[in-house]
């Protein structure tokens, strides 16, 4: 891909808890562009974001606004980027789109930088980043797979209050609050408490029985690996953890597999960080991984369930707001920008 | 079993978290013993429980106690168990255990009642209580394997403080407390954080990777359902939830099983109730688990990984100081007081 000159961004979605991530990590990796709009709706208008150096005023977004262009990251919902995506796209921007609104789009690159940058390849329109809990399990997995091939994913998550927002992160500190002083709890964000307590992540429930949550698990991660055929069945659950997401991971393969094998090709991987101490019983933890950009994998073992050697167990803890979205929207506007693949991560 | 006349019961470690809860149901289930002993350390002796509808004195654990109990129920940790139980047996009493001391002793019977009551046939001496992860996976599962034989089991755990006693809970609320007040946070109980954070179960790791709570469920599974030969792949976190524990399984069978079959063996199991409304996405929760006696089962799913149908997916919660140690507990001896399978759990 040759480099593409990114004159002016557009973060829509700014003040968001994603919006904000992008604007730090955009800073925090030196990422210019010589012009930078913040953009978020009406309700959100007027606060001020300091980026590349400089104090910003959020500006309402309008169809307009994206008249020159080069680089829009959206993280403003599906339905915005329902609405405004298109129009970005028309007048010539290219959309790196946090939302779920076009990941399954079959002319839409779904891209985690790290795993299949050549689905960029040629690509302007609408880029789309993968779910957080596919993306965190990914980050693991695809290393193993580009060797061992993969099988079959039975995968449990423990994701954080970050994945519904700024207000889910602010609804859990303040049921944490009202527990405390014995107050009555009243969810907003969430449909039931969410401290001290744990549920079926808040997604429609589909008639097979999987929520929505795991329906993208299963259809981006076939998506990312190029692998339609890939069987997967997760159970995604809502944690009383403010912002990473942790997942045990059971994988099975087609015959049989070593956990040092494993373990090696992981402490090669980029992104990823190897945290396996089990003499000091130190594995991933979301406290860990929280404000990091790798995502942590440990407790690799071979699956005792399985005396053939075919599995392994793994579990991964990963930043939702970071890797899990806006550091994988900021690294495919690196890739866009440079033309070359993106750093590995700096932030540690 | 011939009925056995409890003319004197004894609690040891009654003032801990399992003890405390032993003593309620006890009351709540009108349990009848003509004398109640109250036992604990040195360093707890002195408290007054009300038990049998009088305040009684803990007193420190001695030799010398057991004379004359019937029953002894200890719950008290393993080095007590080991130390004491002997000399309970010794001077007549029968021991059940909430200890892991002796659970994996081939003479020693391992008793879930609604799974295996006939374990206890003509058993005195000591009697186990299983851990309460492997009860609260087994309430669920028991029933489907007892009409289609499981062949595989791959489950994540998500533990509460509870299952390291009344200091762990105690350490979550203060770590809360000073996340909020944004003071530094001294894990004392827990070798990690466990406000916002979850970890690894927090006890020795084996040669295989697998840590010590989870090769008790491997082995106290295969023990309970006399299937020497079952396949287990457990995970078992730590989650910042008080008192119940929830797992998310994936069951492999030799032919494909129905999730309505399933779930029908499961409406009619004692000591379970499913919970599995899809439409208003309401599933098994710990604080919906707390203080009830049956373990809730939900999200009953053919296992979309398996396209030949010989998966389900399940998830339940179940509160670790009852059924999962407490209220077991008091059903055995219940059950060895009245010579009669366990009633089917009142306290709803």
Chains 1, 2 share one sequence.
């Not at 904000?20 to 913040?38: K, M, N, P, W, Y």
């Not at 009406?42 to 400089?54: C, D, F, P």
């Not at 808040?202 to 190029?226: A, F, Q, S, W």
């Not at 003499?279 to 071979?302: E, H, K, S, W, Y």
Request: net charge neutral.
């Amino acid at each position: 891909m040759s480099a593409f000159p990114v004159r002016h961004l557009a973060i829509v979605g700014a003040t968001g808890a994603v919006g904000r991530e992008c604007c730090a990590i955009l800073d925090q990796r030196g990422f210019h562009a010589d012009r930078v709009t913040l953009l978020a709706s009406q309700r959100s208008a007027g606060a001020v974001i300091n980026v590349g150096g400089a104090d910003r005023t959020v500006e309402v977004l309008q169809p307009a606004d994206f008249e020159g262009v080069d680089i829009a990251i959206f993280s403003a919902g599906a339905e915005t980027s329902r609405r405004f995506a298109p129009i970005a796209v028309q007048a010539g921007a290219i959309v790196i789109d946090n939302s779920s609104a076009f990941r399954m789009d079959p002319t839409v690159p779904l891209v985690i930088p790290e795993i299949n940058p050549g689905d960029l390849d040629g690509q302007r329109g609408i880029i789309a980043v993968p779910n957080c809990s596919a993306i965190i399990m990914l980050m693991a997995i695809a290393p193993i797979h580009g060797r061992f091939p993969i099988k079959r994913i039975v995968v449990s998550t423990y994701q954080s209050a970050s994945g519904a927002g700024a207000r889910a992160m602010h609804e859990l500190i303040e049921q944490t609050r009202q527990h405390l002083n014995g107050e009555s709890i009243r969810p907003v964000v969430f449909p039931h408490p969410i401290v001290f307590n744990l549920f079926c992540h808040n997604t429609v429930i589909g008639p097979d029985g999987y929520n929505g949550e795991e329906r993208k698990m299963i259809d981006e991660t076939r998506k990312i690996l190029h692998a339609p055929d890939l069987s997967i069945s997760p159970t995604c659950v809502r944690v009383p953890v403010l912002r990473a997401h942790s997942e045990s991971i059971n994988l099975e393969f087609d015959r049989a597999v070593a956990p040092d094998a494993v373990r090696e090709l992981l402490c090669r991987a980029p992104g990823v960080r190897v945290v396996d101490d089990r003499v000091n019983n130190r594995f991933p933890m979301p406290i860990d991984a929280t404000g990091r950009d790798d995502v942590l994998v440990g407790r690799i073992r071979q699956d005792a369930s399985r005396p053939d050697g075919r599995g392994i167990d793994l579990f991964v803890s990963g930043d939702q707001l970071r890797k899990g979205a806006a550091l994988n929207a900021v690294q495919i506007a690196e890739h866009i920008a440079t033309g070359i693949r993106p750093r590995v991560s700096v932030a540690q």
